[in-house]
């Protein structure tokens, strides 16, 4: 079945920056989104339409595209930044949303 | 600024249906989509479905024959009714707004509720 791949963590030390990548056949023709979720807590929305940051977002967060990847970089990674991140997009035929497994950012 | 809050029974016995509600504070319910989203437990979150608040439906083929989500404009409100549920059905289940570009055939979720964690277990 068609799913967004993701790797599973990602470590990075305080000030370094962060990438995480989502992969998928159809990326190239669909927009995709990024989602923070700390422990306990609801996700967050922190880049649409492949690289547009919605308000209250730090510059820090950026996104990016290239085929059929899409990256998530974090720029200058805080403690604060220590998170499960989800990359969503839709399916191959565009029918419905699909999310990616989500990627554990640990700060070392 | 648009908020939303799930309800509903936090234990649902196997085989029963599992009914939410999520209502809708700050902001009309007319006009967007509105979309269920669930999380087991240590795992990733799952699309269930959404909804115009005219009432057109959209939902995730692999739940499609058990879920109804249904919408009450006169409340600013919309509910999931998931059936014959089974243990594989805990989970955590946000209520979301839909952003949707029909033209570039997109969606998306913002702002989120909080989350309820329902659990089925007799």
């Known amino acids: 079945s068609y799913e967004l791949t993701q790797p599973p963590s990602v470590s990075v030390s305080p000030g370094q920056t962060a990438r995480i990548t989502c992969s998928a056949d159809a990326l190239p023709k669909q927009y995709a989104y990024w989602y923070q979720q700390k422990p306990g807590q609801a996700p967050v929305l922190v880049i649409y339409?492949?690289?547009e940051r919605p308000s209250g977002i730090p510059e820090r967060f950026s996104g990016s595209s290239s085929g059929t990847t899409v990256t998530l970089t974090i720029s200058g990674v805080q403690a604060e930044d220590e998170a499960d991140y989800y990359c969503?997009?839709?399916?191959?035929?565009?029918?419905?949303?699909?999310f990616g497994g989500g990627t554990k950012l640990t700060v070392l | 600024q648009v908020q939303l809050q799930e309800s509903g029974p936090g234990l649902v016995k196997p085989s029963e249906t599992l009914s939410l509600t999520c209502t809708v504070s700050?902001?009309?319910?007319?006009?967007?989509?509105w979309s269920w989203i669930r999380q087991p437990p240590g795992k990733g979150l799952e699309w269930i479905g959404y909804i115009y608040y005219s009432g057109s439906t959209n939902y995730n083929p692999s739940l499609k024959s058990r879920v109804t989500i249904s919408v009450d404009t006169s409340k600013n409100q919309f509910s999931l009714k998931l059936s014959s549920v089974t243990a594989a059905d805990t989970a955590v289940y946000y209520c979301?707004?839909?952003?949707?570009?029909?033209?570039?055939?997109?969606?998306?979720?913002?702002?989120w509720g909080q989350g309820t964690l329902v659990t089925v277990s007799s």
């Open positions: 969503q997009s839709a399916d191959s035929s565009g029918t419905y949303p699909l």
């Open positions: 700050g902001g009309s319910i007319s006009s967007y989509y």
């Open positions: 339409k492949d690289s």
């Open positions: 979301a707004r839909v952003r949707y570009i029909a033209a570039a055939g997109t969606w998306w979720f913002d702002p």
